[in-house]
């Protein structure tokens, strides 16, 4: 039987609530989003984006990227809610670590909790989330480069996006989308910058 968790309650609340029910020491993608109901998306993007937000923080950040690509891409598609191949269900999530996840996202979860509400909510309903679809998919593509800080901002601009989409306020999502935009220019401008100069000092 797939058991939904109370959907009023607040997003730190409810990231809380799945670490207190997890059945067993360890719990499947797909015993989260079964839990998640209707805001299965937007906390969904949530968890796999938090871990990403720590710096330096490698392998972890490369294991969700994957799953956060194949759901952003449902976004961009269309879909209403997520769906994940058996593989990609079938990876796990320790109950100390949605429970530690939790514990230590809470505070700034709260905070951005007491100023979003729903303002330009048309940018959280379709058409216009197809964009949002691209972006998640963009800079999940950049969580899954093993350089260092390619997976911390994209990381927070993801987790902007995916409050936003929750709260329905338009403001975070456009916050989100600016912050993970600038980076990925920020990287390519850089990359660009670099190869110019190997050009120049190798005579290529």
């Not at 998306?41 to 710096?55: H, N, Q, S, T, Y």
Request: net charge positive.
């Amino acid at each position: 039987m797939t058991v939904s968790s109370n959907p009023d309650l607040a997003i730190s609340q409810q990231l809380d609530q799945l670490a207190k029910d997890a059945p067993s020491d360890t719990v499947t993608l797909d015993w989260v989003m079964r839990r998640l109901h209707e805001r299965a998306f937007g906390v969904f993007l949530l968890i796999l984006a938090l871990p990403c937000c720590i710096p330096f923080l490698y392998g972890i950040a490369q294991v969700v990227a994957l799953p956060l690509m194949f759901v952003s891409t449902q976004i961009l598609l269309g879909r209403t809610s997520p769906w994940l191949p058996t593989k990609l269900g079938a990876r796990t999530i320790s109950k100390d670590g949605l429970q530690s996840l939790a514990d230590r996202a809470g505070p700034w979860l709260r905070k951005i909790e007491g100023v979003s509400h729903p303002r330009i909510a048309a940018l959280s309903r379709p058409p216009l989330d197809r964009l949002i679809g691209l972006a998640l998919v963009v800079f999940s593509a950049s969580i899954l480069v093993p350089l260092p800080g390619t997976n911390s901002v994209p990381g927070v601009a993801v987790v902007i996006i995916a409050m936003g989409l929750l709260q329905r306020d338009g403001l975070l999502i456009l916050l989100g989308m600016v912050t993970g935009t600038v980076w990925i220019g920020t990287l390519i401008f850089a990359g660009a910058t670099l190869f110019g100069l190997l050009r120049g000092w190798f005579g290529v």
